[in-house]
Structures are given as C-alpha cells and as structure tokens.
C-alpha cells in the first residue's frame, strides 16, 4: 500500500460525500461528517458500499463508532485495505 | 480486519470437525425434516428445543456476499447451549439471574441465549453500535441496560467485547464480562440441567435507547409460548415445507421472538444476514429467498423501501420470489404505496402482492397482537379526512374528491387476546371511532423489569396494556392511524421522544424539562426530528455551539438527524401539573415554521 493509494482513498471520500450531501461546504480531511455534513445512516451506509465496491474490503461496524472526521475514515479504510 | 469472519467460522469446527474445514463443502440445513413437526404448544423454550434437536432443520448464516459463512442445526444448538449451560454454572448464580449479551448475527448470541434458559437464567439481547462517532453513548446506553437489569454477567463477541468491559466498569452488580471463546475454556460443572417452568421468566427485551430509564420488558415462558403459538398457527399457518429468511436484528423483538424462536418452535430452518449486510445490499435478503425458495419472510416497510430504492433491472431477472407466500409487514406504521411500489417492483420476480402480510405488535405484548388474513395481501380502507380530524371518526369516503386518509387493516386479534379502543378517559369507544390502542390477552408482559413507575404507565387497570398507539376497529379488525408523540419513527427505528429530551438535559445550558422533541413529516411520510430547547444564551457563538452540539448528540445517540429550534423561556406549552406537552410543542412548532398539513388526528397526547 502507497502513498498514491491513500490519496486516492481521500480523493474518493471527498468526491462521494461532496455528491451524498448537495452542501456547499468544501469537503476537506478535517471535515466532521456528522456535525458538518451531517451525513445520516442511509447516506452512510451507500457511502460503506461504495468504499466496500471500489476497494474490495469490508468495513467492520464497530470501528464507525470513533470516527468524526473524513480523514479518520480514510485512515481507517487505509488500515484495513494495507491489512488485506 | 474485522475478527467477525473468522469467529463466524469458529462453530463450525465444532459442528462438522470429522470434515475438512472447506466453506465449499458446506451445506445449509435443509427445509424438508425428518421429524413430524409440531406446531408449538410446548411449555418452554428449552423443552420446544429438545423436539427439535430430534430433526436435521437448524440455522444458517451467510455473509455480505452471500455466501454460507456457518450452520447451526437444532441438534447442535441443543448440545453447544447444554454444554455452556453447565459451564456457566461455574458462576454460582442464583436462578433468575440476568445475563447481558450484545446480540450479533452469530450462531455464538443464540448458544447463549438458550444456554441461559438450560442453566435457569434471564438473558436479554443488547443491540451493536450502528452510528458514526458512536462509541460514548453506546457505551452509556449498555451501562444504562446493565444496570437496569441488575445482570450479573455480560458477554460480547471480540467486536464489541472493549465495549462492553468500558460499560461494566462501573456496573456495581457485574460479576463477570467475557467472550463465549473465553466462556468455552471453563470447565462445565456436572450438575443436572433442571427444567424451567411456564410462570419463570424467558428474557428481557429492552425497548428504549435512554441512558437514564431503561425499559426491559419482562416476558413470561408462558407469554412467549403462548405469542408463539398465534403466531405460527394463526398468523402464519407455518407447514412443514416453510422455510424463513430474515435480516432483523436479534436484539429486536420481531427478529429474536418472530424469526429465531418461531423458526424453532416449528422446527423450520432459517437463513441469516447481518443487519449491516442487509442495510448496504437489501437485495442479498431476496437472493437468500429466491435461491433457497424461503417461504416466510418479514420486515418493516423500510426495508422493502431500500428493497425498491436499491435494485436495477439485471437483479430482477435473476430472481425468483415466487415462493415467498408470507411477507410479514410490520413494526412501524404501515403505508400502503410502500408495499403497492414494492409489489410493482417485483412483479416481474415473481413476487405475489397476495403475499403481503400487515401484522400490529409490540414488545410489550411479546411481539406480535393482530395478523391481517394470510395469503390475501394487503388490505386498506380509505377515510374522509375532514371527519377524522374533526370527529375522531373513520367515515368511508362516499364522494370522489374529498380529502382521504388511507389506512391499512392489520387484523384481528391472535386467539385469547383482545383489543379495545379507548378515549382520553378510558372509555371504551364503539367501532370506526379513533382512540387508544389497548391490548388484553396472555402474551401481555408482566412489567418493566425494576421500573414500577413506567409498568404503571403501560399496564392499566385489569392488566389492559395501553400500546401508545392510536387506531380504530372495524368489523372486528385493527386499523392503527398513529403513534402517540411519545415515540418517533425515522427510517424504521422507534426513537422515544424523552430519550431525545433527556440527552439535551443533559447538557448544562438546559435546564430540566425545557426540552420537548417530536416528529413532523414532510408529503412524502419522511419523518424528521425536532428538538425546542428553551434557551437564555444570548451570545450567537454560544447559540451555536448548543445546536451543533445537541444535532451531534442526537445524531451519535440515534443515527438521524434532527433540527434544534432555540426560543425563548417559557415558549414551551404546559399542561396544568406542569408538565411539558409534546403535542403542544409541536402544534407551537408546525404554526411558527409555517408547516402545512402537519396538524393532524394522529396524535391524541402524552401518555
């Protein structure tokens, strides 16, 4: 797993959650998905299966649980895609 | 990487360890058994489970692929439970003692709950953790049930185990908190297993996410043997080529009574999917019908409604859901296009509209209470609006072109049980008038486990259960028109409005019993939260920082969105004791934002 890798996993976190949410609000690593874009369970879980489809791994539900940021989500998603 | 495949995989060594661990050669347990099937009318649970270890049907659990991940025969369930039955004697717990495990789809959460019945304990299902940045309150909301129940021991498999050891930290009565891996490494004691008996208590449901008043339903052997029986005899009329498919969640009621002890009362077999795994592939549930022919199937109108959202075309022509003959709708209002959308979906499938099957229950009453007539699909009636508003009265519309309301029939009452309609005062109404759902028969709970003060509120006088729901009766059948503003339903989860309120009291700008939260629907039935918080803040910052922090709370705590309106002191309507009324609140509410249609008959106040 590289550097290009994660990028691309960011890359394609902002692009879904710019096109999930319709909002404004400029979508950046630091973005609070739940008190920014305010992004609730359905568009979660389409977001889940996209990340699943494109990058052909399973995300366990319990590590959703301390996630707030987009890039907490790309890191874990890095973990566990570098894990497989 | 998650540990949950691998831990799936792990009962399948003890199940078929004379094969070679190969998922290829894994069977499913087969529809058809070799044993004459009963139909319920057993006296407990543990004596339906020693019929049916006698037979070869049992439970299968398949992955987000689709594919058999593990197989759990009644057979071996009855041995596995046995086995941990006597190993949890090693604990020295008195009979009736509660036991807390957070209920995953796995075959380890049902050799638990059954080893507790075998070893005379109280189990209860905790539910996972579903909600981005979650992990706080889930871990206050477990606190909240052990505490509640008093449970002397707790398990969670290894995803949810750092969970639940933080939530017992401070759980006084916990005596012990594990895996069922760790669990298995004790010794099993040799004592012999005693039976249970009808008036003991089976299992707690806990109906309600609050951190401070937890309500676990206590549910007699004899009310869920007696749930049971309705159901699988008149609500479904399971035969001996039934087979199920379900998604629901073990923790919920209409997954663990409807699904898991139904399937083995009757000794059919069931195929599982994860809840997740449904949620972001609905179209796996249909697969799991069409390619094993299951017959029996239910879920809350939301999930046909991701059913219909989610698939394309191609998935249609590779299913076949002419088998399914019993499509069990219910746990939360029932409108009638989301089954007419579904049913057009998927004609082309093969799907029967006759298949639809709108049933009204509750935890309270064990699960379920009506079932409409099986295999005659869904029936609803449609109402002149204006009558029902102004005379709390369902009229059948005569004329064309009148304001209409369209409500479904759920049916009549399971055998033994009545239903009555009552007014503000307890009267009993007559047909087609709308009023408070009330409920009388054997499968009634006998309370809210150490709640006196809430099973007072829900059990009236004579052991008459008031359900919180609004409805009327005709010619014999239940109509349910809505739910009373004490419970909010987005996206198919039951929210309790105090639950919402409680977590912004929480927070120190908010004084107690300044907080009123409700729902209000948009035209198409989308349901949002709104949360009015009296508030003395006057700096906007600090505004602000209230709002986002109470959106961020609800979202953490419920996994929906909600929108805070700030207003002045003593914005919020009274009732004479003093105490809030949310029907008011949202009357208030509708006429400040201008909301039109909102005012509705649906609500009748708070109970």
Known sequence: ?84 | MSSTITKLNAPLTQAFDFQPSSELQLTPTPTLNTLTQQLAGFDTLTSALEYAANGITGYNFYDAKGNLRSVLPYSILRQNARILAQRLFGFGLLRGSRVAIIADTSPEFVELFFACRYAGLVPFAMPIPVNLGSHAIYVQQLRGMLESSQASIALANMDYINFLEEAAEEATCIQWVGTPEKLSGFPAINVELEPNYPDETAYLQFTSGSTRTPRGVVITERALMCNLQGIVCNGLEIKPDDRSASWLPFYHDMGLVGLVLAPMVTQISVDYLATRDFAIRPLQWLRLISRNRCTVAFSQPFGLKLCTLRVRESDLKELDLGCWRAAGIGAEMIRPETLRNFAEKFASAGFDENAFLPCYGLAESTLAVTFSKIGKGCKSIQVDSKTLIDKRMAVRLQAEGRKQNEFVNCGRPLPGHTVKIVDEDGQQLSEMMVGSVLVHGDSVMKGYYNNPEETNKALKSGNWLDTGDIGFLFEGDLFITGRRTDVIIVNGRNIRAQDIEELAEQQPEVRSREASAFGVNDEDGTTTIVLVIECRLTSVTERQSLTTRLQQLVYMAFGVNCVVELVPPHTLPRTSSGKLSRFAARQGYIQRTNLAGQMTFVESGDR
Do not use: G, W
């Not at chain 1, 399973?58 to 566990?80: F, G, Q």
């Open chain 1, 1 to 84: 797993m590289t550097e290009s890798n994660y990028d691309e996993i960011m890359q394609l976190l902002c692009d879904r959650l710019s096109s999930l949410t319709n909002s404004d609000t400029q979508i950046t690593p630091e973005t609070n998905m739940i008190s920014q874009l305010s992004i609730d369970s359905i568009k979660l879980l389409n977001l889940i299966m996209e990340i699943e489809d494109t990058f052909d791994v399973s995300i366990p539900i319990n590590a959703l649980t301390d996630i707030h940021t987009v890039r907490e989500l790309a890191d874990l998603v890095h973990k566990i895609k570098s894990a497989s």
